[in-house]
């Protein structure tokens, strides 16, 4: 308030010392206004006084210019910045709004696990940590004694049962000659002995009907006894023959003694082949081409049937991508997908989307969530999608199992 009351004082015009003057006698006598009339028409009249106003120093008003323009520019900038932000984000969404991508994704292949089939003392160590070997080649060698004497052993029992087996065809040749043979004698002792036994009761009935007198007692003992003996010799031709009527029975036993011998020809020869794939085993080979991992065998251990001794990844390697349920609404196979290495900034991938796995990941855990009792929070799932690489690999450049990779998935 005082420094406009100052402005203001410096606005008015001055008084004179002679106006002062006249103004201290104004209430004096009638003469007196008199006087003062005279004298003001005697004195010349001075020219009204013009406002006077303070000019401010060159350098504030420099400033409080530079000020606003400052202010100005300010105000620019700050709109340029907001219509710029809007700009880029309006782009960047038009860029990707077909566009998928998580940094919830892995590098993913085949691990092949090796582990011998037979047990033993390892004799030789034929690869190093991450050696890259082809399929075939040697591995581990387990010492091979013990398999080569078990394989040695098995030959001599497929020799023996095959030795047998001759001998059982051997007899059952001579059974199918030998018991019809023995079937025919007995059937032709069988004629001689009846023959003999007709003579002998003709030689009986004879002496019965012809006079006493005409024959003699001894002669009537001995046809008696013919007859007998005849007859004894027709049981006796009879139990024979019935012996040899078993040919069909004689024959399927010499059969079955032939089937008995090649099963044991076919398990001998069963024994013969496990002792050389035992012995076979002992050469522990990669069954596939890949790079030797998780190595935990060395030359001199003793390792047993089935015990995991290294790791075999194999040359192939895809991308598994957990992405939200959300994210799959547009998402197809064959899909091309961007992949981006964090291990490798600088290698650019491309591939596509080869399949969704029908169902999230937490549903083929080991205790899958069970939602139908107690409370309920719902969580965003996961769902595992298989990419497959189809260019921009280095082969210089190993892409372990399990690294962390960024997809892109194109929609369109």
């Given at each position: 308030m005082a420094g406009y009351d100052e402005d203001l004082s410096e606005t008015l015009p001055k008084e004179t010392p002679r106006e002062r003057a006249d103004a201290a006698t104004a209430g004096s006598a009638g003469g007196a206004g008199a006087a003062k009339v005279k004298l003001e028409a005697e004195t010349p009249v001075e020219a009204p006084a013009q406002p006077v106003t303070r000019e401010r120093p060159a350098e504030q008003t420099e400033a409080d210019r530079s000020k606003r323009r400052r202010s100005v520019l300010g105000r620019m900038v700050l709109l340029l910045a907001i219509l710029g932000l809007i700009g880029g984000g309006t782009y960047y969404w038009y860029l990707t709004k077909d566009e998928e991508t998580t940094d919830d994704a892995y590098t993913d292949g085949r691990a092949v696990m090796i582990a011998p089939q037979v047990s033993g003392y390892v004799v030789n160590l034929a690869v190093n940590d991450n050696q890259f070997v082809h399929r075939g080649q040697l591995l581990v060698k387990i010492d091979p004694r013990l398999y080569s004497a078990a394989k040695a052993q098995a030959e001599a029992q497929l020799a023996l049962a095959e030795a047998q087996l001759r001998a059982a065809r051997a007899n059952l040749d001579l059974a199918r000659v030998t018991y019809p043979a023995r079937l025919a004698g007995a059937d032709a002792a069988l004629e001689v002995a009846k023959a003999q036994q007709w003579k002998a009761n003709a030689d009986y009935q004879r002496q019965q009907r012809i006079n006493r007198a005409a024959t003699t007692q001894e002669v009537i003992d001995a046809v008696t006894a013919a007859l007998r003996q005849a007859s004894a010799q027709v049981q006796q031709a009879e139990a024979q023959r019935q012996e040899a009527a078993t040919v069909p029975q004689q024959i399927a036993v010499a059969e079955a003694q032939v089937h008995q011998a090649e099963a044991q020809v076919v398990a001998a020869r069963a024994q013969l082949d496990q002792a050389i794939l035992n012995l076979g085993y002992t050469n522990v080979v990669a069954p596939q081409d890949g790079w030797v991992t998780k190595r935990n065998v060395e030359q001199g251990n003793f390792v047993?049937?089935?015990?995991?001794?290294?790791?075999?990844?194999t040359p192939e390697v895809w991308i598994t991508a957990n992405f939200k349920e959300s994210q799959l609404a547009r998402m197809r196979p064959g899909q091309k997908v961007a992949i981006?290495?964090?291990?490798?900034?600088?290698?650019?991938?491309?591939?596509?989307?080869?399949?969704?796995?029908?169902?999230s990941g937490s549903k083929f855990t080991a205790f899958p969530p069970e939602n139908a009792t107690g409370n309920f929070v719902k969580i965003v799932q996961r769902v595992p999608v298989k990419i497959v690489i189809d260019k921009g690999l280095d082969p210089k450049l190993p892409l372990p199992l399990g690294i962390s990779v960024e997809p892109t998935v194109r929609l369109k």
């Open positions: 047993a049937a089935g015990t995991q001794i290294m790791a075999l990844v981006h290495v964090d291990a490798y900034p600088f290698l650019d991938l491309l591939g596509h989307v080869d399949s969704i796995q029908l169902g």
